[in-house]
C-alpha cells in the first residue's frame, strides 16, 4: 500500500512538471528549492521575435575592424585552384561569441574606462552573434508558431521532437518553448542595446551594426588615462544599494508593460 501511495505521488509530480503553461517557476513545496525554471513567453515579444527578418545569407560588407577578424579567423581559403571555400557560419557566430564574451565578461572596468568605445564594439559583435542564433533555430520558432500549444502530438516532422511528441507533446513544446524563452531573452538585450544608442527595432542589421562601429572608433580615438582609487567603504554600500533599487523598479516596470 505504501508503495503504490509513493507510485501515485510520483506520478503525480512528474505529471505536474509539465503541467503549467510555462508562466510560474515550479518549486518543491513551499521551499525555495527550483524544481522548473519558469520559461514564460509573451505573446508581444514572441511576435518581435518571429518578425526578426535578417537572412545569415546576406550580402554585407562589415566594417574594417570586425572584417579583418573574422577574416582572420574564418576567411575564406583556396580549397582547389578554381574554388574558394567561404568561411562557414559555425566560425562565424563562433567568433562573434567568443568577442561578446572577451568584451562583455572577461574585460575590466579598468579597460572599458580606457576605452569606452570598447561596450559599443560589443554591440555590433552581438547583433552578429544573435544573427546566427536566430538562423539555428529559426524552425523552431516556426514550429512552436504552427503548433502551440495543442498541436503539437500532430507533428509531421521526422525528428525527435516528432517522437517525443507522440509519448508527451507537452514535452516537446516544453523544449522548444525552453530555447524559445532563451533566444527571446538575447533579443531584448539586442533591442536594449539598441535603445542605448539611439537605435530601434526598426533600424535594420547593416545601419544598426555600421552605427555602432562608428560610434565605438569615435570614442576609442584617444586613449584615456585611468587609475584605481580606494572608495569609501559607505560609498560602495549606497552604490550596492542603489544599484538593487534600480534593478527592481526596471522589473517592476517590465512587469507593468507586459501586463498592458
Known amino acids: 500500500m505504501k508503495k503504490y501511495l509513493i507510485f501515485i505521488f510520483c506520478f503525480f509530480c512528474i505529471n505536474n512538471l509539465f503541467a503549467d503553461d510555462g508562466c510560474e517557476a515550479l518549486y518543491l513545496g513551499n521551499s525555495k528549492l527550483k524544481l522548473k525554471a519558469s520559461n514564460c513567453i509573451v505573446k508581444k515579444d514572441f511576435d518581435i521575435l518571429k518578425n526578426y527578418n535578417q537572412d545569415a545569407d546576406f550580402n554585407y560588407s562589415y566594417p574594417v575592424e570586425i572584417k579583418k577578424i573574422l577574416n582572420k579567423k574564418c576567411g575564406e581559403r583556396k580549397v582547389m585552384t578554381n574554388y574558394i571555400r567561404k568561411p562557414s557560419k559555425k566560425c562565424l557566430k563562433e567568433t562573434a561569441g567568443k568577442k561578446v564574451y572577451e568584451i562583455f565578461a572577461q574585460r575590466s ?53 516528432q517522437i517525443v511528441s507522440k509519448i508527451h507533446p507537452k514535452t516537446a513544446m516544453a523544449e522548444d518553448r525552453k530555447k524559445i524563452y532563451s533566444l527571446v531573452k538575447m533579443n531584448k538585450g539586442r533591442l536594449k542595446m539598441r535603445k542605448a544608442i539611439g537605435l530601434s527595432n526598426e533600424n535594420s542589421l547593416i545601419e544598426a551594426i ?3 562601429v562608428l560610434l565605438a572608433n569615435f570614442l576609442n580615438r584617444d586613449k584615456l588615462k585611468v587609475k584605481k582609487k580606494k572608495i ?13 533599487y534600480k534593478t527592481a523598479v526596471t522589473k517592476y516596470k517590465e512587469k507593468l508593460q507586459e501586463g498592458l
Open 109 to 161: 572596468e579598468i579597460y572599458h574606462a580606457r576605452y569606452p568605445g570598447k561596450i559599443i564594439e560589443g554591440m555590433a559583435w552581438f547583433e552578429i552573434l544573435f544573427m546566427f542564433t536566430f538562423e539555428e533555430k529559426k524552425k523552431i520558432i516556426e514550429r512552436y508558431d504552427k503548433h502551440s500549444p495543442t498541436k503539437y502530438k500532430n507533428l509531421n516532422e521526422l525528428s525527435v521532437s
Open 232 to 244: 569609501d567603504p559607505d560609498i560602495k554600500k549606497r552604490e550596492e544599494l542603489l544599484n538593487k
Open 210 to 212: 555600421d552605427r555602432q
